[in-house]
Structure formats: structure tokens, C-alpha cells
């Protein structure tokens, strides 16, 4: 985070009966705020705000039970897109950037639908794809992967890794994920901001690299219909390894979309 710490305010906003941890790196530049893949925490974004420095104001945050913030009775998708909104009104921030990573790119596009005038773009990173695994044999093939790791959750969640859930909880959260991309399809033709994909060419935990080639091409024909979604770059990694290794890549395209968007306004 090197030359970002001087106005960094760190803090904690209180929602509902949860409270999420903070990061806002102030400043005039253009507001992005980063959003985590399910199981993941701010921290995982360090590389990226390091690669595109202080000349934009960085906003991250952990999800309820996540990183340093509070756990909830309520770990919905819902509830996510209520979390963004009470970021956005503590920071104050107006048409932001929303750079969004697996789950994350998920919740950026809905928020983007459902407010068209207050988003800049979207940054998906190797996420926001219409394919979702659904139906009762998918729901139980997720149910059994996660009680298989849940000895290994705990550990996970201290590495940032895990949420701080039981693996029931965890999920629930990835079947939920599963239906809101199968669901995609009629968000992503009607998105009117720019949207920029960064996709990866690997398969991550719970599904292999020909599956995920299944998942990434089915953007394809949502890309032949709506000019305002592109993809940027594809990078070698996994879906995992993404934002440790090819954070200029993403940095990249950052800049990229924030161009875009200098354009429509002139």
C-alpha cells in the first residue's frame, strides 16, 4: 500500500445487527471500490491498489463474517447489496468504479443494473458469467464439497481464505452465487456502462479448467448483443491465483474502463 497510508482512514461501519471493516484511501482521484470474491477479504486487492497507486481514491471492505468484520444472521445476496449501499453512503462516494472479483463481479453488475446513473463501469474479474450450476443435483454436489472441507474451514477463514461460517452457511452462499449467475443473461443485455471482463484460462476448487471454459464461453453471445461489455485480456492463472498474479493485468484494465468512460462523458 505504499504511498496510500498517509490519508488512509480505516474504520468500521455499523449495518444492521453486523458491523464491516473499512478501508478508504481518500483523496480526489477516481473513487473504485473493490469487491471480494465470497470468501475472501480486502486484502486480496493489495497488489491491484499498489499497481495503479495514489492517483485514485481506493475503497475496500470485508463482508459480514469475513476479514475483520462482524458476523450476521443474515449472509445473503441481499444483504450484500445492502452492505455496498451503506459503503457507499458512509464514504460518500458517487459513481464509482466497482471492481468486481468472482462473487464480487456479480454483485457489481446487479448494482450496476439497478442503478444506472450512479456507476462509472464494471471491472468483472473472471466473474459475471451467465452459467450457474442449478437443480437439486448440483445444490447437493455443493453441499457435499463444502462438509468435506469444513475441518479445514476454521484455518481457512484465520488465511483469509474462509469466511468465518459453518460449511452449510458456506454453501448456501455458493448455491445462491450459482442461481444469480445462471440468472444473468437479461442484467447483462441491458447493462448501459462500460463493462470490462479479465478472464482467467484455469479451474479453480469444486470445478475443473474444462468446466470453467463452459462457464467463460457462455458470456459470448450476451458479448454479440450488448457493445457496452467487452472482454479485456485473458490471463493464464486459475480463478484463484488471479489477483496475486496477474495484478497489472488487472490494473490495466482498470485504467482501461475509466478511459471508456472519459469518452461517453465528453
Known amino acids: 500500500m505504499t504511498g496510500l497510508q498517509q490519508t488512509t482512514w480505516t474504520g468500521v461501519i455499523p449495518i444492521e445487527d453486523t458491523a464491516l471493516t473499512v478501508t478508504d484511501s481518500g483523496g480526489s482521484g477516481r ?4 469487491l471480494n470474491g465470497s470468501y475472501a477479504t480486502q486484502r486480496d486487492w493489495h497488489p491491484v491498489i499498489a499497481e495503479l497507486g495514489s492517483g485514485w481514491r481506493h475503497i475496500t471492505y470485508d463482508e459480514r463474517a469475513r476479514g475483520g468484520s462482524k458476523r450476521s444472521a443474515d449472509y445473503s445476496f441481499e444483504a450484500c447489496v445492502r452492505d455496498l449501499d451503506a459503503v457507499l453512503q458512509a464514504t460518500r462516494v458517487e459513481r464509482p468504479l466497482l471492481v468486481g472479483w468472482s462473487y464480487g463481479a456479480i454483485l ?21 458469467m451467465p452459467y450457474g450450476l442449478t437443480g437439486e443435483e448440483s ?3 455443493i453441499r457435499k464439497l463444502f462438509r468435506r472441507m469444513r475441518v479445514l474451514l476454521p484455518l481457512a477463514s484465520r488465511l483469509g481464505l474462509a469466511a468465518r461460517m459453518t460449511a452449510d452457511q458456506h454453501a448456501e452462499i455458493n448455491i445462491e452465487a450459482n ?10 443485455d441491458r447493462l448501459a456502462c462500460p463493462v470490462r471482463y479479465v478472464i482467467a ?3 479453480h476448487t469444486g470445478a475443473g479448467a474444462d468446466e470453467m471454459a463452459q462457464v467463460r464461453a457462455s458470456l459470448r453471445p450476451v458479448l454479440a448483443r450488448n457493445p457496452n461489455l467487452r472482454v479485456s485480456v485473458e490471463v493464464a492463472s486459475n ?11 488487472i490494473a490495466e484494465v482498470v485504467r482501461e474502463t475509466a478511459a471508456v468512460q472519459d469518452q461517453h462523458a465528453h
Open 31 to 34: 473513487p473504485i471500490v473493490y
Open 108 to 128: 457489481a453488475v446487479h448494482w450496476a443494473d439497478r442503478h444506472p446513473k450512479r456507476v462509472a463501469g464494471v471491472v468483472s474479474v473472471d466473474g459475471a
Open 139 to 141: 445444490r447437493k454436489r
Open 179 to 188: 442461481q444469480l449467475s445462471a440468472d444473468l443473461v437479461p442484467i447483462l
Open 201 to 203: 484460462t484455469g479451474g
Open 239 to 249: 480463478h484463484e491465483a488471479l489477483l496475486r498474479k496477474d495484478f497489472r493485468a
